[in-house]
């Protein structure tokens, strides 16, 4: 489902809707984000700004992962901070999912994503 996302560009705030952002629980905000997905079309590569236009999103939501897909091929991004660069973890072809699937349930699941921002908080006090 879409979510609209309060941003700023410059000295512009503006609201953008991201493709899907996944929340921990009923509440919508933003400091229960836990992932955004940025959907392309099928028969356009990824490129580094579908993965920026996501970032975008999570910087302001607070989302700490990130996916980008085309329904080819996907990747999985750690949102680091506003400052640092994020890091790549997976990069695959829709063929391959039954192979990462396991590797990406420890990554995205609900219970490892909320354990991973847990401990990310508690590492920022």
């Not at 506003?82 to 349930?105: I, K, T, Y």
């Amino acid at each position: 489902m879409a979510h609209f996302v309060e941003m700023w560009e410059g000295v512009k705030k503006v609201r953008k809707q991201a493709d899907v952002l996944v929340f921990d629980g009923p509440s919508r905000d933003h400091k229960d984000a836990l992932l955004v997905v940025e959907v392309k079309r099928s028969d356009a590569p990824l490129k580094a700004d579908a993965a920026g236009q996501a970032r975008g999103y999570a910087i302001w939501t607070t989302a700490p992962y990130y996916l980008v897909t085309n329904g080819r091929e996907s990747e999985v991004w750690l949102f680091r901070s506003a400052v640092e660069p994020d890091v790549r973890l997976m990069r695959f072809e829709q063929s391959q999912l039954r192979d990462v699937w396991p590797e990406l349930q420890a990554t995205l699941g609900r219970a490892a994503v909320v354990a991973f921002k847990h401990e990310r908080l508690k590492q920022t006090r």
